[in-house]
T-cell receptor, first 115, second 114 residues
């Protein structure tokens, strides 16, 4: 089946530095992508999304880049803060053979911000 | 808070016990979801309900039995579980099934089966 994966399971970044979390997807039919943040003891929280007709989308301190040629998605967090420490995972939306919308989630990367 | 609450937050049960997980959403949504999150594995969708009707069952063992009495409440009844069922069980909701991409998650129930 199709899958979404992350290149690195863990990432440590000095506070104040920028971080980049990567995600590879394999379903070329996916038309929408989401990044989630999951802090310890909490459920996943939406961070930012991007549609497949876009290459870049910016939010507050976060930027998502989409490279459809190589099926790669990245999340950039600028000027990291201790509160950014969490697990980040991506998800892709696609339509099944039965016409149902499906979300496939990645495994996650644990980001640790070093004070 | 996301507007989705789950109880209990932690549960330890033996393999012969029967317990239930509860999820409640205060967002006026009509679609609700149960997910299983195991260590080092992606979120696994278990069940989907849309307007109280089950629209998806991802080959979940019958020892997991969902119930959706109304659009605001979702239960997961558990019986004769196995140790490998230990995981974080997450509930989510979206406005409707067609907007599954815009889901709001609860904090989860950490289940340990002994």
């Amino acid at each position: 089946g199709e899958s979404v994966g992350l290149h690195l399971p863990t990432l440590s970044v000095q506070e104040g530095d920028n971080s980049i979390i990567n995600c590879a997807y394999s379903n070329s039919a996916s038309d929408y992508f989401i990044w989630y943040k999951q802090e310890s003891g909490k459920g996943p929280q939406f961070i930012i999304d991007i549609r497949s007709n876009m290459d870049k989308r910016q939010g507050q301190r976060v930027t998502v880049l989409l490279n459809k040629t190589v099926k790669h998605l990245s999340l950039q967090i600028a000027a990291t803060q201790p509160g950014d420490s969490a697990v980040y995972f991506c998800a892709e939306k696609w339509i099944s053979n039965f016409g149902n919308e499906k979300l496939t989630f990645g495994t996650g990367t644990r980001l640790t911000i070093i004070p | 808070e996301t507007g989705v609450t789950q109880t209990p937050r932690h549960l330890v049960m033996g393999m012969t016990n029967k317990k239930s997980l509860k999820c409640e959403q205060h967002l006026g949504h009509n679609a609700m979801y149960w997910y299983k999150q195991s260590a080092k594995k992606p979120l696994e969708l278990m069940f989907v309900y849309n307007f109280k009707e089950q629209t998806e069952n991802n080959s979940v063992p019958s020892r997991f039995s969902p119930e959706c009495p109304n659009s605001s409440h979702l239960f997961l009844h558990l019986h004769t579980l196995q140790p490998e069922d230990s995981a974080l069980y997450l509930c989510a909701s979206s406005l409707r099934r067609e907007t599954a991409y815009e889901q709001y998650f609860g904090p989860g129930t950490r289940l340990t089966v002994t």
